[in-house]
């Protein structure tokens, strides 16, 4: 029973470039996190999803970052126009169960923006 | 919105100690705990979680407690191994249980 799984788990971007990471949920999974991850810290919710909704996206930044859980295929997480900033371990997380309980992680993308 | 305070940062202990870390949150319509262990390069695995109707909950060597009215909640982990040694994470859902406020991390060295 496959997990979480992330694509790529390395990414090189130059600045200005879009970057795009995608995550397949758990089987039988209809609902998808994502969360950033710093260098030391703790990680962060961005964005949670479930088939072609946008739930909650209070921790997306304004600009440049979009996400999207199609009827078909994985999560996209999508960086336009990419900072140095934006360098960071990249997390999906599914859950089963409503509200969110119970949530598995993939291995991550990790970004680096040069 | 919530937080969710975490300590120790690090924490060092001989293999066959037992090793607590604390957490504390704000919400108190928070009502979901789970704790995660992450090692270097790898995704965070959920060890053991909590719900508000419970007080302690135990899987072999590990055991989390809870606190409500104090609003904290501990991760107990005894007969410590080398392998247990990683970051461990503390989180707490919002109300809303669209999501996981995390702590920032306690780093868990078990020296043989």
């Known amino acids: 029973n496959a997990g979480v799984m992330q694509n790529p788990r390395h990414l090189v971007r130059r600045r200005g470039q879009e970057a795009r990471l995608r995550c397949s949920p758990m089987?039988?999974?209809?609902?998808v996190y994502w969360y950033r991850q710093l260098p030391e810290e703790g990680l962060k919710f961005m964005v949670y999803l479930q088939k072609e909704n946008i739930i909650d996206e209070s921790g997306m930044p304004k600009e440049r970052f979009s996400a999207e859980f199609p009827k078909e295929g994985p999560s996209i997480l999508r960086i336009q126009q990419v900072v140095r900033g934006d360098s960071a371990a990249y997390f999906c997380?599914?859950?089963?169960?409503?509200?969110?309980?119970?949530?598995?992680f993939g291995p991550g993308t990790r970004l680096t923006v040069l | 919105g919530e937080n969710v305070e975490q300590h120790p940062s690090t924490l060092s202990v001989q293999e066959g100690d037992s090793a607590v870390i604390k957490c504390t949150y704000s919400d108190s319509a928070s009502n979901y705990f789970p704790w995660y262990k992450q090692e270097l390069g790898k995704g965070p695995q959920l060890i053991i979680d909590i719900r508000s109707n419970v007080g302690e909950k135990k899987d072999q060597r590990i055991a989390v407690t809870l606190n409500k009215t104090a609003k904290h909640f501990s991760l107990h982990i005894t007969e410590t191994q080398p392998e247990d040694s990683a970051v461990y994470f503390c989180?707490?859902?919002?109300?809303?249980?669209?999501?996981?406020?995390f702590g920032k991390g306690t780093t868990l060295s078990v020296s043989s």
């Open positions: 089987k039988g999974h209809s609902h």
């Open positions: 997380a599914s859950s089963q169960d409503l509200k969110g309980d119970e949530q598995f």
């Open positions: 989180a707490a859902a919002n109300q809303a249980g669209t999501a996981l406020i």
